[in-house]
């Protein structure tokens, strides 16, 4: 089954998003702004089910 470019892209831009959030975390944590780290690593946390959902629904198009 071929895959659409439009889910490519969008789970391309979720996986730069956890790259991203994830050196936030880990740059906040060095820096003990424990807030930050809480926020990053919750929108990490939200991500993944969102590339789920992405996955999902581009497999099932076809």
């Given at each position: 089954?071929?895959?659409s470019y439009r889910g490519v892209i969008y789970?391309?831009?979720v996986l730069l998003?956890?790259?991203v959030f994830t050196q936030q975390v880990v740059n906040a944590f060095f820096y003990?702004?424990?807030e930050k780290v809480l926020l990053f690593?919750?929108?990490n946390?939200?991500?993944f089910p969102?590339?789920?959902w992405i996955y999902?629904?581009?497999r099932n198009a076809g």
């Open positions: 089954m071929k895959r789970l391309s831009l998003a956890n790259i003990e702004q424990y690593a919750g929108l946390v939200i991500l969102l590339a789920i999902r629904r581009e």
